[in-house]
């Protein structure tokens, strides 16, 4: 792929590969920003000029966006027991997205279709601060890795980037459509990608701007690699990808060539349906691989959790949900899959022996994304119902 520059300073950007998948036709592209490894030192050299203070917290009064939830029964409107802990209530409309702050996990930030994005704080659903200016749904919400930014993307293309000590707008960039949005792991540099199927890159907050051509096709996913991607397994060596077929493929990173497919029972039975031809209820809707076993999980529309054995790319175990499943996350060093489903629910399971472990319910629609803290006590949720849930985990088998 070609990559245009629109800015000289753009040219000292830390190395990083992305890679970006596009809807029916599969294709897969992994795109080297810069030759060469990753070097730190480098890194920090480049990104000296740029100076952040460090996160302070600031108090503030209760802004009445936030309810402390007891631990059964119903209260309010709620339909049926709530398993929460906190309750954000701000927004007005479904709320799309949440991303949890990597260095503390003690903040959230949530999207939402009421053009809305809000940063809070987990232990009490206080509010910190919104990030106003948004012209249309939020679909994408993020902190960079230090914790020190947050950014937000709305369907317009609109992207805003705030510094959260000072909760001052620090930057902004309209790109078009937008598909996804992604910090890089070690630096203040943020990526997005657009319907037309091209890829953004900018140093932030000084702007500096690389543009990365796409095959005139819209890139549903981007990922840096190898902290991440649709699905990556430890080093980075593998890609599991997902699409409207039903079909998972492994797709080496080096290559680009297809090493395994997977398909669910019910689906592999259905000898009528092709290569790329769109399942009339099904489809592949969240996926990754576990970090201590040689497995991975697939999530489909129909319920289904499909946990497959890679070593000998067997279906291990299946899964049935009671309604479609949105979005799925393994708990770092388990063998434990958490998943959200469309009544609602998050489940957790053992992917080791395919048992359900525990559930959590309180929100009255469909979870519409989640977020896991990094020592999995904590599982926040966003939903159809307007609200953000956090939820603690607690789980005998730890």
Not at 53 to 81: I, K, R
Not at 321 to 339: F, K, M, N, R
Request: aromatic share 6%.
């Amino acid at each position: 792929m070609e990559s245009e520059s629109e800015s000289g300073a753009a040219a000292d950007t830390p190395p990083l590969e992305t890679l970006s998948f596009h809807g029916d036709e599969e294709i897969i592209e992994v795109v080297e920003l810069d030759p060469g490894p990753p070097d730190p030192d480098d890194l920090a050299q480049e990104m000296e000029d740029v100076d952040f203070e460090e996160e302070e917290e600031e108090e503030e009064g209760n802004e009445e966006g936030w309810v402390l939830e007891p631990q059964e029964g119903v209260v309010g409107s709620m339909e049926g027991p709530d398993d929460s802990e906190v309750t954000f209530a701000l927004h007005s409309a479904s709320v799309f997205c949440v991303s949890l702050d990597p260095k503390t996990n003690t903040l959230a930030v949530t999207g939402g279709e009421d053009d809305k994005a809000f940063v809070w704080r987990l232990s009490d659903g206080e509010l910190l601060f919104e990030c106003a200016g948004h012209k249309d749904s939020v679909t994408c919400a993020g902190f960079s890795h230090d914790s020190t930014l947050v950014a937000t993307g709305d369907m317009s293309g609109l992207l805003k980037v705030w510094q959260v000590d000072t909760k001052e707008e620090v930057w902004s960039f309209e790109a078009g459509d937008l598909e996804w949005m992604e910090w890089h792991p070690r630096a203040p540099i943020l990526l997005a990608g657009t319907a037309d199927g091209n890829t953004w890159m900018w140093k932030v907050p000084s702007g500096d701007c690389k543009t990365f051509q796409g095959p005139n096709c819209p890139a549903t996913c981007g990922r840096v690699l190898p902290d991440a991607c649709v699905a990556t397994n430890q080093d980075g060596s593998l890609i599991l990808t997902g699409s409207v077929d039903c079909q998972a493929k492994l797709v080496s990173a080096t290559t680009g060539k297809v090493v395994g497919v997977f398909r669910p029972e019910s689906v592999a039975s259905q000898p009528n349906l092709g290569e790329g031809e769109e399942s009339e209820s099904n489809s592949v809707e969240s996926l990754g691989f576990c970090s201590v076993m040689p497995l991975a999980a697939v999530g489909y529309l129909d319920g289904t959790l499909a946990i497959y054995d890679l070593s000998t790319q067997t279906l291990r175990h299946q899964c049935q949900h009671q309604s479609g499943i949105v979005q799925l996350l393994w708990e770092a060093g388990t063998a434990v899959v958490y998943t959200c489903s469309l009544d609602g629910i998050v489940r957790l399971w053992d992917a080791r022996t395919g048992r359900l472990l525990t559930d959590y319910r309180g929100h009255t629609a469909e979870i519409l994304d989640f977020a896991l803290s990094k020592d999995a006590s904590l599982v926040v949720t966003t939903s159809g119902d307007h609200k953000a849930k956090v939820f603690c985990v607690q789980r005998p088998d730890r």
